[in-house]
């Protein structure tokens, strides 16, 4: 499994003191995530402090796959 959190560096106040608007975001979603069960396909969107949508996290893959790992086949 894999948890994957994407910026647009160039959306919303992102433009503007880049470093501290994605302390912010990091900070706050460290604190957060113990609020999540952190399964293939919980995610959520990543927010500015204007409140304008920046970018997301998610978990892709599966339980006890390896990052890189092949998925399994369905059914096999």
């Known amino acids: 499994m894999k948890y994957v959190l994407e910026v ?3 959306a919303g106040r992102m ?13 706050y979603w460290g604190g957060n995530l113990h609020h999540y069960a952190l399964r293939p396909g ?17 978990v892709t893959g ?3 796959e390896e990052p ?5 086949e369905a059914g096999g």
Do not use: F, H, N, Q
């Open 8 to 10: 647009d560096l160039e």
């Open 68 to 72: 890189g790992e092949e998925p399994a």
């Open 15 to 27: 433009t503007g003191d880049t470093a501290a608007e994605l302390g912010r975001i990091l900070r």
């Open 42 to 58: 919980d995610g959520s969107g990543l927010y500015d402090s204007g409140y304008a949508e920046v970018g997301s996290w998610r």
């Open 62 to 64: 599966r339980p006890g």
